[in-house]
């Protein structure tokens, strides 16, 4: 026993556990942080700053790759405008020529008037009738400048595809005969041009035109012609050149750019920052010094660790438990901090096994509840475009029935979704457009809705009373809409209701020639949503609706009202 009690003397005490991690902290994370901020701000910032400066220089030599491209073909334009052929008008004779000349070079030339209409095309053979340019803009621009023009890319109509075009007007003696000349060329002879360069590994190039579409692109991470250039590069695209570091998939990048001096054009030069090697000897030194720092750290911190090694362990272990969503037990140990900490993670892992629970309820019936309504959202949208014939007749369509469906959505969040009774959805919807209680008279009991049946018949009572208003009874100061409802068995002998909506003290009422999306929603929406019939007559005393549904589809399930003795009576009769 006294040998016993004399190894349990030898015992650390338990002492706070701010006083190991204090002298442990300084044993290792002095040094760490000295050499750390040194290797940061000394190589880090120099090796990024080179990789930058590297990425706009390889930009502009790329993009001086490109102008010679690009002034070649001006050249090539300047050439051919002086031709005798076009001068005298021979067109066909002029389209020989240079369709000779240009056949090796993937190049074809176009004549055009001043109005866009090709007058030859060296990709169809001469006489070939032919339409307007595909590129009038371009044209335009050359036009009214005087200037030779580059074209952003467009889809050829007679090549069938991604092109563009360097346009040049004619001077005024040759006028008489065409306004302009003009190369096209596809985008894959730029993309040839881009891959005959050396690009580092890993590294990706691109030219894209002053709409942000990408005309050519080579690399590792190319991209597909005639797509938008991503937002978070091109939006750092201030000045003629310069680079920048971004985020691509977690990945630290940088890019260079650089515009083209003559050419409304940009060449893009990207890649990752990993890819750039450090000098050799900066890197020796620097890792035989991490090796020494972190040596004397170590054994530093060994002395200490170890006594904190079992009961962080534990803990650890305990942690890990806690982290697969099991409810842990508190532990014991040396170290009061470390027992504290045990009894936090007790009580956390039953209090997060509960929050878990309520909070995956709670996104299961989130999901639920905006499904429904994007879905219902959607529908009307449709419908809207199907039925409006301009773009002012669709937005005033669709604020209307946006403005209902939100009336009733408010109504939900109000009840917390969980229904809506049936003189309240009424008196919301008919209060919202303007329907004073003199002009309104509601009978029968009231009940609670489903969530669905509040959106849908929302929607169909949002649009009679709006109807109504334009064009019913209720355009006059004394007309009046009678709402009523009563238990009814339905088509299939089950219970059901028969709602109904009826005018009166308005002027006469007619049939109109032509229906719109508001016919749509109180007729076939309000059918198909409520398994109903729906019976809609233009009688000369005023409208009348009617909606005979099942009950299912429209009580809140569970909830109870003065109609289920009327329901439930329904149901014995259609039993026998």
Excluded at 19 to 24: A, G, H, I, K, M
Excluded at 354 to 378: D, G, I, P, W, Y
Excluded at 383 to 407: M, P
Excluded at 522 to 535: D, G, K, L, N, P
Aim: glycine letters at 6%; one cysteine or more.
């Amino acid at each position: 026993m006294r040998k016993l009690s004399s190894v349990f003397s030898l015992a650390p005490p338990t002492a706070s556990i701010t006083s190991y991690l204090t002298f442990l902290a300084a044993a290792i994370a002095v040094p760490l942080i000295a050499f750390a901020t040194f290797l940061f701000v000394e190589v880090e910032a120099n090796e990024r700053k080179e990789l930058r400066e590297r990425a706009t220089t390889d930009a502009r030599a790329l993009g001086r790759i490109v102008e010679r491209h690009l002034t070649d073909m001006t050249s090539t334009l300047r050439l051919l405008s002086v031709f005798p052929e076009l001068e005298d008008g021979d067109l066909q004779g002029f389209q020989n020529r240079t369709q000779h000349i240009l056949s090796s070079h993937s190049m074809y030339l176009i004549l055009l008037q001043e109005n866009g209409q090709q007058l030859l095309n060296t990709r169809v053979p001469y006489g070939t009738p032919l339409g307007l340019t595909s590129n009038p803009d371009t044209l335009a621009k050359a036009l009214a400048s005087g200037k030779t023009t580059v074209s952003d890319i467009f889809f050829g109509k007679t090549s069938g595809e991604w092109v563009f075009n360097v346009t040049m007007p004619l001077p005024e003696p040759l006028r008489g005969v065409a306004a302009a000349l003009i190369l096209t060329q596809g985008t894959d002879q730029v993309q040839a041009v881009l891959s005959r360069e050396m690009i580092p590994p890993g590294w990706s190039a691109a030219v894209i035109d002053q709409n942000d579409m990408v005309i050519a692109s080579s690399g590792a991470n190319g991209l597909p012609v005639a797509i938008p250039f991503p937002d978070a590069l091109h939006r750092g695209f201030a000045g003629f050149s310069d680079s920048m570091e971004f985020e691509q998939d977690g990945e630290a990048m940088v890019s260079g750019y650089a515009r083209l001096p003559n050419f409304p054009w940009v060449v893009v030069v990207s890649g990752p920052v990993a890819s750039v090697q450090s000098s050799l000897v900066s890197w020796k030194l620097l890792l035989f010094g991490s090796i020494a720092f972190i040596a004397m750290s170590m054994l530093l911190a060994y002395l200490v660790a170890r006594q904190l090694s079992r009961s962080v362990r534990q803990l650890s272990r305990m942690a890990e438990r806690m982290g697969r969503g099991e409810i842990v037990a508190p532990l014991e140990t040396r170290v009061s901090e470390v027992n504290q900490i045990a009894v936090a993670l007790c009580n956390a892992s039953f209090d997060r096994s509960e929050a878990e629970n309520r909070v995956h309820l709670l996104l299961r019936e989130l999901v639920h509840r905006t499904k429904n309504v994007l879905t219902l959202v959607q529908a009307i949208l449709r419908q809207i475009a199907r039925q409006s014939a301009t773009k002012e007749e669709f937005q005033e369509a669709a604020d209307s029935r946006l403005q209902g469906l939100a009336q009733s959505v408010e109504l939900l969040a109000q009840e917390n979704w969980y229904g809506v009774s049936m003189h309240s959805l009424i008196d919301q919807h008919l209060t919202t457009v303007g329907v004073s209680p003199d002009q309104r008279a509601i009978e029968g009991e009231d009940f609670v809705l489903g969530v669905s049946a509040v959106q849908n018949l929302g929607l169909v009572l949002h649009e009679l009373a709006t109807n109504s208003i334009k064009y019913g009874a209720l355009q006059s100061p004394l007309g009046c809409v009678r709402i009523s409802w009563a238990a009814a068995g339905d088509r299939r002998d089950e219970p059901g209701m028969l709602l109904e909506w009826r005018e009166e003290g308005g002027p006469p009422v007619t049939k109109p020639e032509r229906t719109g999306f508001g016919s749509v929603i109180i007729e076939r929406h309000a059918a198909a949503a409520f398994s109903a019939s729906v019976t809609l007559e233009y009688r000369p005393d005023g409208l009348y609706w009617s909606l005979h549904a099942p009950w299912s589809a429209l009580r809140k399930e569970g909830s109870s009202n003065p109609l289920d003795a009327v329901a439930e009576n329904l149901t014995h009769r259609a039993a026998e």
